[in-house]
DNA sequence: TTCCAACCTGTGAACGTTCACAGTGCGCAA
DNA sequence: TTGCGCACTGTGAACGTTCACAGGTTGGAA
């Protein structure tokens, strides 16, 4: 606290000099090596507050070769990417998550090919200890890369192709969607069609695959279109089905966001919700509870997905053995729109 | 590339031996120094590719006192701050913006006292170089603490308080404001109600005053109420503001977030837009579009601000002089709610 | 008493850079 | 020829940690 105090940031041979003790014992107090004697400890302790030390975090990743920093990589275009509810809740999940195990968060985006080679080169340089990957598309170029560099990754949802290798936590799609059909089934809903996400994502695919678990022969080509899991292209996809089927009396939109803008679609073409079109929608993001009418939809944790992912990464990071991926179970809920 | 390179990755020294030269000039070659010869640096570049060599920032770090990292602040309760389609903007702008001058953007949140604790603890441990403030309260405390800090800091939006103190690009909120305040006037509006964001945020402050520089006397303190930037926000300001006057005939409301939330209340209430009630938003963020009817509202230019911001900070972390702040005009964007 | 383990401490080396400094060689003017 | 400046190069030291190792004390068992 002295004014007189140089710029200059204590160190820890400052601590060690004030305390009156060695620089090795300063740093064994530090880092909770049992070996500290009582008395050691305190003078440690009270030569930190007093001196305000605070550890370079860069020298000590230069010995130990770790840094206490992991990377988020979106591998999507922005634009979609912030627009989703879904990555905001994930991103604020992780970010507290691992603020609170004092592990720093970069961002980096990999949309194009000049993101992909900045990211591979911030990791090449070991200048972060992990990976969190987020709706990565199957057969996305940096999974191979990562594998490559052999840095400890862990996937938001499954990547696609990659299970075995990339743990992974995420909802379970599949039994999500057969529950929302069932529903949609038991409400006497004869004509029902289905608004999927990119094929090449899980949420896309396992949906799709729930839906067509539940309807069998009558899941056919021309009742599925396939959105971006964007508003437009739920707005896009909507405006196809009607064209396409305009007797349908049902839709399971793969996401929330996609469903409102299939919403939007069914207003302008004079349909009523749920009067003579239902509409199913899946996350239960905040979204949800937004439109009008309130979506019927199939919630999953995403907090929990969230949680459990940074878990498993910071498990990844400083333990040998690969943790399990993890599948949570999603719920119904039901509102007004179906 | 060979099979047999061991687990450690290539240091400047490789690099040294497979050129040819020694370490000092490898890192002269690497860092644009002028006196190498051509010879020498082609030789380097040649080693570099050859060993995959990426520089240890740790290590650069250590030496240079660099690190080639900024910290953003998100000092508000992050759901809010999630929900907002102008963080993701200003989120995503910045960090491609800054990605391409190869800084890492880490993101920390300081919502609670635990929170910041950390965050000064990261910036006094001298692992950032810069610090971006985002959506920065009046009296936040984290303002004082990185002043005592002395580290480059710039701001989204004005810090009310300490605007000759922390440079910061924003939109001209004021102005905004009386563009619309204006255009609803001209429109025969006789009764102009208006929701506020927080008054302890520049926006919230200045586009009441814009409000009212239009106003006059017509703004009293019953046609105006405080909202918080988040919908159900707008939805409760909305309420509040039929309760006290049922015959209002317009809304300015400060966020295009808030005005959907003041949509619904409307709506809810009876009141059809624009015929009964016109309402004027404020930042034309993706939402303005997409509600019913779509919001006439104030285009701040977001982008700019996000770009300029990040400009300003990477300024005043190399550069020793303050850079100007600096205001961007807003436009006004008709669509049908007004 | 002697010895050994358990506890605690200090010290040198290493992590991978950059920086400052001391050269070296060369061309050109004196 | 000598000298001088310029272009370029190599080397030691430093950045602030942690780690491994080599002790030094102490207390109790043999």
Redesign the interface.
Known sequence: MSVTSARR?PTIHDVARVSGVSRGTVSRALNGDPYVSPAALAAVRRAVTET?Y??????R??VTQR?G?VVMVLSEP??KL??D?NF??L??VA??RL?VK?V??????AGDDG?RE?VV??L????ADGVLLLSTHAGDPLVEELEGLAIPAVACGAVLGREGIIPYAAADDREGARQMTQYLVEQGRKKIATITGPLDTPGGLNRLEGFCDVLGRKATKKLIVHGDYT?SGGEAAMAELLSRAPDLDAVFVGSDLMA?GAL?TL?VNGRRVPEDVAIGGFDDS?VAS?T?PPLTTVRQPLERVAEETVRMLLELVDGATRPESIVLATELVIRDSA
Chains 1, 2 share one sequence.
């Open positions: 940031r305000g605070v550890v370079n975090r860069n020298a990743s230069l840094n920093t922005q634009e912030f627009e509810p905001s809740l991103l604020r970010t507290r603020a004092d720093a968060l970069v961002m980096m985006v993101d900045r080169r911030y090449r340089g070991g200048h508003r409102a939007a207003r905040a937004s009008h």
